[in-house]
């Protein structure tokens, strides 16, 4: 669970960084995507898949450095 916590949680260690915690469902069905894709029947296109993770990485990214300057800094 500390691995959790330090994933999901600002510089100070105790309260919730909220561009974290909302990129969980982001990554997790991005992860998710090309197996249901093939469990359908479906082909999956790589370069595109490439681009979706580049997309979503990038986004998560900036999610959590707008956001980083306004969560509590540790000791404060």
Do not use: C
């Amino acid at each position: 669970m500390k691995l959790v916590r330090d994933l999901l949680t600002g510089p100070d260690g105790v309260t919730w960084a909220i561009g974290r915690v909302a990129s969980v469902p982001t990554l997790f069905s991005g992860l998710g995507l090309p197996f249901v894709a093939l469990a359908q029947g479906q082909t999956l296109d790589f370069s595109a898949l490439g681009v979706f993770y580049g997309g979503v990485a990038g986004g998560v990214a900036a999610l959590i450095g707008l956001t980083n300057h306004t969560e509590p800094k540790e000791g404060s």
